[in-house]
């Protein structure tokens, strides 16, 4: 959605490129504080969570005004 590089995501996350390239080939999940960051970075970009709630987990851009 970003149009990030791995070595972007990486660099913004502050984790090895080697744990994006794993995760995104699903050959393993990131240890938790790994996972955080990651998450964090995507967050600070303006990617939003949407939970589990009957219809599937996603992600969207979150609203500019910082409501979700």
Known sequence: MLGWSQELLSRNAG???QTIVDFE???RV???NN???I???LEGAGIGFIPENG???GVRF???S???
Do not use: K
Request: net charge positive; aromatic share 0%.
């Open 15 to 17: 984790v090895s490129r």
């Open 25 to 27: 080939r699903s050959l």
């Open 30 to 32: 990131p240890i938790a």
């Open 35 to 37: 996972l955080a960051a």
């Open 39 to 41: 998450v964090t970075a």
């Open 55 to 57: 219809g599937g987990a």
């Open 62 to 64: 979150r609203n500019p």
């Open 66 to 68: 910082g409501s979700r």
